[in-house]
């Protein structure tokens, strides 16, 4: 009879994780499918974008998740982890309906923002959400499942796109049908958000202790880990109201958490991932591979994703974060330069540099989303204390969006100006700098230590 309760203990904890993990997969498919769809948006029958209107729509979502990202924390704190993920599925199926329908700059900016509303909110909440649910054993890897969701939903995205843009590539407004298709796992979040678990972290900030005890158990947590919860309940009965950020103020070590975290945020995004992801197909071409080629190799480009970020999260458990984190950032230095200079040296055959840029990126790729995306997320589900997690974590997550869209917004622009060769070579600058956080300033005895002071 304990065995079958831990069987379904061990289900119900996988179910509610996969489901959770479907707002990193929108996350990452409504950030690649602008992808394939600006392309043809872009065209002077459809939207007639020019290089920086296409920056605006393509950063509109990014300043939209930064909204959402800052307003997810209280909203999760006041109403609870598990209706605030069905609200953002909710949200990510209306605003994918309006985008899909925009008949003008205007309107398909407007509701992009909608959309980042949504995404951004998913990706301070997912990786917490996933965090709370999880016992010490399995939580790495049940938060590392966002992050490899994430490149997932590129990868379909990157998919859906080809043998859309392929097949019916004539069809101008087949961006539409690329876009709409995003609201397929929007409706299966939404749907699936009504049968998963509530965060039992969440129900002891709510001082619902019998409950959060029950749904620690049903998880599978260990009697070590409710003694441990049995204590914490004691210590934090009518101590429970939310710190204030005065107080959060008057104590060095929280600041020093959550700038710790605003940098891991800083770390994951100048390295200039997103460019690739938003404008990927843009850039192949740019370097001679026509419409066609270019959406196909986003496809190599997603798989190699997938399979480093399967791999990367593995060894991600095995071994020291901020070393995996310092191997990562130095695998994007190399590839980055190795792919400027492959697109300053004229090669006499064309095939010859398509060949070497599509190997460069798919490697860089490989390296930030096998290693340095996964690690920064799970950093940023590991390093702040209860109390002030959700608020902690939506800031920084924030912060991610707030880089990713200045990144965003003037990358089109910065390709005009300075050639794709010299953005590359900025972007590896920027990761050598990341290099130089990660070392000198992140400290993993002192974020730990700091964590243990502020244990609530």
């Known amino acids: ?244 950020w005065k107080n959060i103020l008057l104590r060095p070590s929280l600041i020093y958490l959550l700038v710790s975290g605003i940098l891991i945020a800083l770390v994951q995004q100048i390295s200039g991932i997103n460019t690739v992801m938003y404008y990927g197909t843009i850039l192949m071409e740019k370097v001679g591979m026509g419409r066609g080629g270019s959406l196909y190799a986003n496809i190599l480009i997603g798989i190699v994703s997938l399979l480093a970020s399967i791999i990367g999260t593995r060894m991600i458990d095995r071994y020291d974060h901020h070393k995996m984190l310092l191997l990562g950032l130095t695998g994007n230095v190399i590839f980055l330069i190795l792919l400027g200079l492959t697109l300053q040296v004229h090669f006499p055959i064309q095939a010859v540099t398509n060949i070497l840029v599509l190997v460069f990126l798919t490697l860089f790729l490989a390296s930030h989303q096998g290693i340095v995306s996964p690690v920064t997320w799970l950093l940023l589900s590991e390093i702040f204390p209860g109390k002030v997690k959700a608020r902690f974590m939506s800031i920084s997550t924030a912060v991610t969006w707030i880089t990713n869209f200045f990144i965003s917004l003037i990358y089109p622009v910065l390709i005009s100006l300075l050639g794709t060769a010299l953005v590359f070579f900025i972007f590896a600058a920027s990761n050598g700098l990341s290099i130089l956080i990660s070392v000198f300033v992140l400290n993993a005895k002192k974020i730990k230590k700091a964590y243990q002071k502020n244990s609530l």
């Open 1 to 244: 009879m304990a065995k079958k309760s831990i069987k379904i203990s061990n289900s119900f904890l996988k179910y509610s994780a996969y489901v959770i993990s479907l707002g990193g997969f929108l996350f990452g498919y409504d950030t690649g499918v602008i992808n394939g769809a600006l392309a043809f948006m872009s065209k002077r029958s459809e939207l007639n974008l020019s290089p920086g209107l296409q920056g605006v729509v393509s950063s509109a979502l990014v300043l939209g998740a930064c909204l959402g990202a800052l307003g997810c924390g209280r909203i999760a704190d006041k109403f609870g982890r598990k209706k605030t993920l069905r609200w953002i599925a909710a949200l990510f199926t209306i605003s994918t309906f309006l985008c899909a329908a925009s008949i003008n700059f205007w309107l398909i900016t407007i509701f992009r923002f909608l959309l980042g509303i949504a995404v951004g909110a998913a990706s301070s909440l997912s990786p917490m959400y996933l965090a709370e649910i999880s016992p010490a054993p399995v939580r790495s890897a049940n938060v590392n499942k966002n992050a490899v969701f994430i490149v997932f939903g590129q990868l379909v995205a990157f998919c859906v796109n080809a043998v859309l843009g392929n097949i019916w590539g004539d069809w101008e407004p087949i961006w539409r049908v690329m876009i709409v298709s995003a609201s397929i796992p929007a409706i299966i979040l939404w749907i699936n958000s009504f049968h998963i678990v509530g965060s039992p972290h969440w129900l002891l900030l709510k001082n619902k202790f019998k409950r959060a005890r029950k749904v620690f158990t049903s998880l599978g947590f260990s009697q070590t880990s409710l003694k441990n919860i049995e204590k914490k309940v004691k210590n934090s009965e009518g101590n429970n109201d939310k710190i204030s």
